[in-house]
């Protein structure tokens, strides 16, 4: 065992803290007579869910927003975030007068089972062993997080959602809310996302788990007994997935062959160009605020998601009779999650006879355009909640009733 390092278990007891009742973000427990069951055919109890609400729930309890985050995010999609200080990573979407208005809607943003926000996860306690769980947690699926979000909305005394919005896998959590949940999502928006993992991706995140496992500082997955953590390797995991975030033009026009601080090559393995420099002040801050379990265990989700797995390969059968009404955006430089498999669904909607508007937005900056400043994403978004509001007869911010 290496000489424990004090900084790493100050970092530890940070992440730690969210497992508590820290003022910054809220946790909804559930005992042991409250089980949370698993894919995998176990179940998990006592069980926490760390959540961020904004906005006021009308008296009616209609107009909630449930807001699924991505891979790296968390529930804090519209607050300054308690760990690294920046803020929200949805600000540009959400907030008042934004196009997910908190002064007309209650929203809700969850961190995901596995997560390592306060979400029990493999960095949680194991009541039985009295340790971080570590590789002893249950793998989980997109449909455990979606489980897990159930029962807290539930738990908040909210039978119906006015809408379910998010990208990437936070879309995957959209439209498994759509098909597990129909009667209790009155519309969805998923965006930049499929309704299974490519063989394509699942390759980019076994790159990146193998990275994470290869750390000395790994240990099995048990590292936080030792006081160590395997940022080299969760690092390079998140500079090989920030890659495929961007498309090549982005990168041309931010980079080009741009030299880092100096004026000609160094002929040797420092960061000679600005990319470099770039992808490893990524890698660097991402491991400050991440726990690499937690890192295999989500990515691990995301390959396994195929939403018509259990309907025959049939995605149409997964919505049959649906009345939800759905939005689906998709990017057209956005080579992870191409418009292709936004097509698929849309395709596979319109089949099942569901209520769906589709947009291609043209945007040279990838897949993380859903995550940027795009006023057509904008657009988009606010059009879709505004005409799905008068339908389910939510009204206008005071502001807009008055006129104003």
């Given at each position: 065992?290496?000489t424990v390092?004090?900084a790493e278990?100050e970092?530890q007891?940070r992440?730690?803290r969210h497992?508590?009742?820290?003022p910054?973000s809220?946790?909804?427990r559930f005992?042991p007579?409250?089980?949370?069951r698993?894919?995998?055919g176990?179940?998990?109890?006592?069980?926490q869910?760390a959540y961020?609400?904004?906005?006021?729930?009308?008296e009616?309890r209609t107009?909630?927003?449930?807001?699924?985050?991505?891979?790296t995010?968390?529930?804090h999609?519209?607050?300054?975030?308690?760990?690294?200080?920046?803020?929200?990573?949805w600000t540009?979407?959400?907030g008042?007068g934004?196009?997910?208005d908190?002064?007309?809607?209650?929203?809700?943003?969850?961190n995901?089972?596995g997560?390592c926000?306060?979400?029990?996860?493999p960095?949680?306690?194991?009541p039985?062993?009295g340790r971080?769980?570590g590789l002893d947690f249950?793998v989980?699926?997109?449909?455990?997080?979606?489980?897990a979000?159930?029962?807290?909305?539930?738990?908040?005394?909210i039978d119906?959602?006015?809408?379910v919005v998010?990208?990437s896998m936070?879309?995957?959590?959209?439209l498994?809310?759509?098909a597990d949940?129909?009667a209790r999502?009155?519309?969805?928006i998923a965006?930049?996302?499929s309704?299974r993992?490519?063989?394509q991706n699942i390759a980019?995140h076994e790159?990146?788990?193998?990275?994470v496992m290869?750390d000395?500082?790994?240990?099995s997955?048990r590292y936080?007994?030792?006081g160590?953590?395997p940022k080299k390797?969760?690092?390079?995991a998140?500079?090989?997935a920030?890659?495929?975030?961007?498309s090549d033009?982005s990168?041309h026009a931010?980079?080009?062959?741009?030299?880092?601080?100096?004026e000609?090559?160094?002929?040797?393995?420092?960061?000679d160009?600005?990319i470099?420099?770039?992808?490893?002040h990524?890698g660097?801050?991402?491991?400050d605020?991440?726990?690499?379990?937690?890192y295999?265990?989500?990515?691990?989700?995301?390959d396994?998601?195929?939403?018509?797995a259990?309907?025959?390969?049939?995605l149409?059968?997964?919505?049959?009779?649906?009345k939800?009404?759905?939005c689906v955006v998709?990017?057209?430089?956005d080579?992870?999650?191409?418009t292709?498999e936004?097509?698929?669904?849309?395709?596979?909607?319109?089949?099942?006879?569901?209520s769906?508007?589709?947009?291609?937005?043209d945007?040279?900056r990838?897949?993380d355009?859903?995550?940027?400043?795009?006023?057509?994403q904008y657009?988009i978004?606010?059009?879709f909640?505004t005409?799905a509001a008068?339908?389910r007869?939510?009204p206008g911010?005071?502001?807009?009733?008055?006129?104003e």
């Open positions: 065992m290496s390092d004090t278990l970092r007891e992440l730690r497992e508590s009742d820290a910054s809220p946790v909804m005992g007579d409250q089980p949370l698993l894919d995998g176990s179940s998990i109890a006592p069980w869910i961020q609400t904004y906005g006021t729930l009308n009616a107009n909630a927003i449930l807001i699924c985050h991505a891979l995010g968390d529930q999609v519209a607050n300054d975030h308690p760990v690294t200080g920046k803020p929200g990573w540009t979407m959400v008042p934004r196009p997910i908190t002064d007309r809607f209650y929203v809700i943003c969850a995901v089972l997560g926000m306060g979400t029990t996860g960095a949680s306690t194991n039985q062993t971080a769980f249950p989980v699926t997109i449909r455990d997080m979606v489980r979000q159930a029962m807290l909305v539930s738990a908040l005394g119906t959602l006015f809408s998010g990208g936070g879309g995957m959590q959209v498994q809310w759509a949940y129909p999502v009155f519309s969805a965006i930049a996302t309704h993992h490519s063989s980019f790159v990146g788990r193998q990275a290869a000395p500082d790994w240990r997955g936080m007994e030792d160590v953590n390797g969760l690092a390079v998140r500079m090989a920030h890659i495929t975030y961007m033009a990168l931010k980079f080009g062959r741009n030299l880092q601080d100096r000609r090559l160094t002929f040797g393995f420092d960061a160009f600005q470099e420099s770039y992808l490893r990524q660097m801050s991402f491991v605020r991440f726990d690499a379990n937690s295999l265990y989500v990515t691990r989700a995301m396994y998601f195929d939403l018509a259990d309907h025959g390969g049939v149409a059968q997964v919505f049959r009779g649906s939800t009404r759905f998709s990017f057209t430089s080579w992870l999650f191409p292709s936004s097509r698929a669904v849309v395709h596979a909607l319109n089949a099942a006879g569901a769906v508007s589709f947009v291609e937005i945007t040279d990838g897949h355009s859903f995550l940027l400043d795009i006023p057509e657009r978004v606010r059009g909640l005409g008068r339908q007869g939510i911010p005071a502001s807009a009733v008055a006129g």
